[in-house]
């Protein structure tokens, strides 16, 4: 069993940034980021592998960058020139394959919430 806790989330101003992190308690070799409005499905962001692949969502990309601890065991979303629609609560995803899909992921962390104010 792999625990994930996320921090970094909070509220910023349009056009501002802020830096997500998520450390895990064992190895898998996908972790990525989904993120959830109120009333909305679940949807992918972003995803890396421990060989530095990475996918992006392509509503963040060329905004958000995705990274994977030295040691692997964790991952950052870097996330600029954020927008009013980029509020949800942001989760942090485990699992074997760097996928889009939540269903792919075994291990999720709580959340943590993301306000842009416009």
């Known amino acids: 069993q792999v625990q994930l806790v996320e921090s970094g989330g909070g509220l910023v101003q349009a056009g501002g940034s802020l830096r997500l992190s998520c450390t895990a308690s064992?190895?898998?070799?996908?972790m990525g980021w989904f993120r959830q409005a109120p009333g909305k499905e679940r949807e992918f962001v972003a995803t890396?592998?421990?060989?530095?692949?990475?996918y992006y969502a392509d509503s963040v990309k060329d905004r958000f960058t995705i990274s994977r601890g030295n040691d692997k065991s964790a991952v950052y979303l870097q996330m600029n020139s954020l927008k009013p629609e980029d509020t949800a609560v942001y989760y942090c995803?485990?699992?074997?394959?760097?996928?889009?899909?939540?269903?792919?992921?075994?291990?999720w962390g709580q959340g943590t919430q993301v306000t842009v104010s416009s």
């Open positions: 064992g190895l898998t070799y996908a």
């Open positions: 890396t592998t421990w060989t530095n692949d990475v």
């Open positions: 995803a485990a699992g074997p394959l760097p996928r889009t899909s939540p269903t792919t992921y075994n291990y």
